[in-house]
């Protein structure tokens, strides 16, 4: 079965230099999250889309914007970066907004030196 | 606003042993939905087991069920026939029904190292 895919798996940056991480959902799921998950900690909610709009706003930095397209895949952009953002970064989607369970990328790994 | 808390940073079982992962939430919702996911060391986030309020009946998938105590608001996982393949970061989520989409909370997680 296709799973959500997440582009790139490892990204190196530098300081205050941008990044964007690429997500495409599951055929037919219309809701996209991201979440951040730093070293040792469980997985905070950043941002949701539903149909291509957003939906709800979590613990995500002004520095970041993301935007969910036509075809539903979903971009999360990373200006200005800073070594504290180094994390794994996964993408989620389900169909609908009820209580389907979310299904997850396998991340991308962004470093920050 | 819901928390979900495991009280269990780390655990270990010998293979084939059961063991049991503890998670508590709180909530004001009567109809909703629990899920476990597992993150092993590739770091994939993958979905254990979910479990919804309203059943009486414990989910179960294959060596995997819940003992889910509503009143006790207690959603705890038992691994039967334990293999090293389920050593891994277990975690225990909680939608948000207060947020547009039902973002999920995490609980911080049980470190579970099945040994041999």
């Known amino acids: 079965a296709a799973g959500v895919i997440q582009s790139p798996r490892h990204l190196i940056k530098e300081k205050r230099e941008t990044a964007t991480l690429k997500c495409y959902p599951i055929p037919r799921h219309d809701t996209v999250y991201w979440y951040q998950q730093g070293p040792g900690q469980d997985p905070q909610f950043l941002i949701s889309?539903?149909?291509?709009?957003q939906s709800d706003k979590g613990s995500i930095p002004d520095r970041f914007s993301a935007q969910q397209f036509s075809d539903y895949h979903s971009e999360l952009n990373m200006s200005s970066l800073e070594l504290g953002d180094s994390a794994l970064y996964f993408c989620?989607?389900?169909w609908g907004t009820g209580d389907s369970p979310l299904h997850f990328g396998n991340g991308t790994r962004l470093t920050v030196t | 606003a819901q928390t979900v808390t495991q009280s269990q940073p780390e655990m270990s079982v010998q293979e084939a042993e059961t063991v049991t992962l503890s998670c508590t939430y709180d909530t004001s919702e009567s109809n909703y939905y629990l899920f476990w996911y597992k993150q092993p060391p590739s770091r994939q986030m993958i979905l254990v087991i979910r479990?919804?309020?309203?059943?009486?009946q414990n989910a179960t998938e294959n060596r995997f069920s819940v003992n889910f105590q509503k009143a006790a608001k207690s959603f705890s996982l038992k691994i039967s026939d334990s293999q090293l393949g389920d050593t891994a970061m277990y975690f225990c989520a909680f939608p948000d029904r207060g947020s547009t989409l039902g973002r999920l909370y995490f609980g911080r997680g049980t470190q579970l190292t099945v040994w041999p």
């Open positions: 479990q919804e309020a309203y059943k009486q």
């Open positions: 989620a989607s389900r």
């Open positions: 889309f539903y149909e291509k709009m």
